[in-house]
């Protein structure tokens, strides 16, 4: 495909066939999506319905990883350039050689008023016809195949231009006493028609180019992947092809080498740079237990790896696969381009026989010769056909979506399609989820106090904490296990544990009821907890989580949890806010603690002690005041908000929360919302650009070449100008796609 008006026939094709539920077809990666009543239609059917409207297509293989497709994509586009290349750089040549030869033909026609001699005529003739059923050929068999489906697309243009000026041609050629009994020299346009489709050949190719480098980072990313891996078996170092590495088998990895699998380090450590993956520069150390990815670099030391996920689950393919995904996703800004498509050439063939009729009638009635005014409404016609460019329309939104995606991935965001994309530039609230977002989500115990002359000791109470708390999923609990255990404190069996959301977990141990958690928890099971309530509230002050322990009814001791702040949140959060977005805080914490956090994050607006579905509540609640919400979070208890919100960002953290969200950032930090945000500004902005460039272009170059500007300033433009031009839009629209490349983002 080469333009919007091949997409939406396509498109339009698919659509119709019965049994197909909906289409969408993409014309930067070549690919359409259907869905379809396997009872109606079958996929092979639906290959032929395309193949039948003059486009090659085939089914994906479905045992092919992300890897094996985008390699494929890669011959596949190196192939095709390769070969508009070729035909450009020959077609070129002949249209050079037509012109030295038509030079001296023109001067004869004009000066001596002599037609060509018949065996330059002839000799021009064979070389066009070459020219056009070898470099060209694709043109015809596409607008032929259009035609029988009562389409047009920009193949349609170029093949009635070029094959309206050759027919001409082959008439002057062959009967030239025709042209001269009525007064009018056989000129021929041999020259013409080669320069033409030599130009849009030369187009294609530089179009071809630039779109294969708006999917750089995809080839980047697939080069990440080793195609060896050093695995132990027998107890022996064998050198095998990535693809026969098995589930929990052990690899070794030295240092300068790139990991060739996700899995866990079981012996060894070092650093890791994982630079390629979540933007991070500076190498993250790894330890025995640590999970590493494959495509990263061993930065120091041999380390040995057990391989947990491999193939197309590893995490290199999941991200190959989606920012596939996401290259192949309309941004609902193009649905502008898709209906000016849709009715875009039949309207330029209309322009064009009007132009023809107007030239006509202008210059007959003018007093020159019918044969006059024919050749010069004849030239003016090819002219607006050829210059007419779907293309620029049809490739202003997608070159923009596979380089802002692209950019993303480079970034450390995920953006999962064009409609992600678009809705990121116009966010108006950010809301962040407190721990795992503002904060680390690494909480650690700082406190422990009991109620003086109580009957437990410390160690009592973690014994009797710590047993409760190892049955719950809450990270503040796992926190508090890994301290007590760090004190040498040992567990015991729990009996009836219920986590209660918002309040905190009960257990029986060793025949004890056990309450760990917060005030309202303390209330509805009749505990005062005066004893310890002003401690609460200063450690609140502080940052700090506090949590009361009761024992048969009675409370017994006090302790606080503390989840320090991001060193790069309160930048981040500044930056949001001079952007201009409004930044507001959930979490389950109490307002103390929460308020604490906010006002070292620098966020104004908090909303604490809420449940998950008060975190929907909220988010439903700013929409409903007119704000463009993104929801930020990490954890499963964040996926309703994520959903519910206008865009879900997901913090690293649970697969939950991954898939509920609309961009998945690689990277714990907040400066990857602000990445987001920036991305989606930058690129609506340049699709805007896009468009505008591209309706003015034809707008404006319709007209020129009508010939709008030969009564004022006697102005006409050939065909060949023509064809210069509207190489130039569709290459200018993808240049200027390819500046978010080159982007800078602090």
Not at 570 to 586: C, F, N, Q, S, Y
Request: hydrophobic residues 50%; proline residues 5%.
């Amino acid at each position: 495909m080469t333009c919007a008006a091949c997409q939406s026939r396509v498109q339009r094709t698919l659509s119709r066939t019965p049994g197909v539920a909906d289409a969408s077809v993409n014309l930067m990666m070549g690919n359409a999506t259907v869905a379809y009543d396997p009872g109606a239609v079958t996929p092979d059917t639906l290959v032929e319905t395309i193949r039948a409207t003059g486009y090659g297509a085939e089914l994906p293989a479905t045992q092919r990883t992300a890897f094996d497709e985008q390699a494929a994509r890669d011959r596949a586009t190196a192939e095709e350039l390769t070969d508009l290349r070729r035909k450009a750089i020959l077609s070129g040549i002949a249209g050079a050689i037509a012109m030295l030869v038509s030079m001296p033909l023109m001067h004869r026609a004009m000066v001596a008023r002599q037609p060509a001699p018949p065996a330059l005529a002839w000799s021009l003739l064979v070389l066009t016809l070459g020219v056009m059923s070898w470099a060209g050929r694709h043109f015809y068999t596409r607008a032929w195949a259009a035609f029988r489906h009562h389409a047009a697309s920009m193949d349609t243009l170029v093949a009635v231009g070029t094959g309206a000026a050759f027919i001409y041609s082959v008439i002057a050629t062959v009967a030239p006493g025709f042209f001269l009994s009525h007064g009018v020299m056989p000129d021929l346009f041999y020259e013409a028609v080669i320069i033409i489709i030599a130009l849009i050949l030369t187009g294609n190719a530089f179009e071809a180019r630039a779109k294969r480098q708006t999917s750089a980072a995809l080839r980047a990313l697939a080069q990440l992947q080793p195609v060896t891996a050093r695995v132990v078996r027998a107890g022996a170092e064998l050198d095998l092809p990535v693809e026969q590495v098995r589930h929990d088998d052990v690899v070794v990895v030295r240092p300068g080498e790139r990991l060739p699998v996700d899995g866990e380090i079981v012996a060894g450590a070092s650093a890791v740079d994982e630079s390629m993956l979540t933007g991070e520069s500076l190498p993250v150390a790894k330890a025995v237990g640590d999970r590493v990815i494959g495509g990263t670099i061993n930065a120091t030391g041999t380390f040995r790896v057990r391989a947990t996920t491999l193939g197309a689950d590893s995490t290199l393919a999941r991200i190959l696969k989606l920012m596939r995904d996401a290259q192949g996703s309309r941004a609902p800004i193009q649905a502008l381009a898709d209906r000016v498509s849709g009715i875009f050439v039949p309207m330029v063939i209309t322009i064009s026989l009007l132009t023809f009729v107007t030239w006509f009638v202008a210059v007959h009635t003018s007093g020159g010769p019918a044969g006059a005014a024919a050749v010069r409404a004849f030239a003016a016609a090819v002219a607006v056909l050829i210059i007419a460019c779907p293309c620029a329309m049809g490739l202003a939104v997608p070159t923009a979506v596979m380089v802002a995606t692209g950019k993303g991935a480079q970034l450390g965001v995920l953006i999962k399609g064009g409609e992600a994309l678009q809705r990121a530039g116009d966010v108006t609230t950010v809301v962040l989820d407190k721990t795992g977002t503002v904060t680390e989500g690494r909480p650690t115990v700082t406190d422990l106090r009991l109620v003086p002359g109580g009957p437990h000791t410390e160690q009592q109470i973690l014994m009797l904490v710590a047993s409760v708390e190892r049955s719950s999923e809450h990270p503040l609990a796992g926190a508090i296990v890994q301290y007590a255990l760090g004190r040498g404190v040992t567990t015991l069996p729990v009996e009836h544990f219920e986590a209660i959301t918002g309040r905190g977990a009960v257990g029986t141990v060793n025949g004890r009821v056990v309450l760990v958690g917060n005030e309202a928890l303390l209330r509805e099971h009749d505990v005062d907890a005066a004893a310890l309530r002003a401690d609460a509230e200063r450690l609140a002050s502080d940052a700090k989580t506090p949590m009361y322990v009761a024992v048969d009814g009675r409370l017994v001791g006090l302790l606080a949890v503390a989840d320090p702040l991001r060193a790069s949140s309160p930048a981040a959060i500044e930056r949001l806010r001079r952007l201009g977005l409004e930044v507001v805080m959930l979490t389950g914490d109490n307002e103390r603690t929460a308020q604490a956090v906010a006002r070292a994050a620098g966020i104004e607006r908090v909303v604490a002690g809420v449940f998950p579905e008060g975190k929907v509540a909220e988010v439903a609640r700013l929409q409903s005041e007119g704000r463009v919400v993104a929801m930020v979070g990490d954890g499963t208890n964040d996926a309703p908000a994520l959903q519910r919100a206008d865009l879900g960002i997901s913090m690293p953290g649970t697969d939950i929360a991954a898939e509920a969200s609309d961009v998945a950032l690689m990277r714990a930090d907040l400066v990857g919302v602000l990445h987001t945000i920036e991305l989606s500004r930058r690129t609506m902005r340049t699709m805007k650009q896009n468009l505008f460039w591209a309706f003015v272009y034809n707008v404006v170059g319709i007209p020129v070449a009508a010939g709008a500007l030969y009564p004022a300033f006697g102005v006409l433009l050939s065909p060949i100008l023509a064809s210069a031009a509207m190489a130039f839009s569709s290459v200018s629209v993808v240049a200027n796609s390819l500046r978010l490349r080159r982007a800078r983002f602090t």
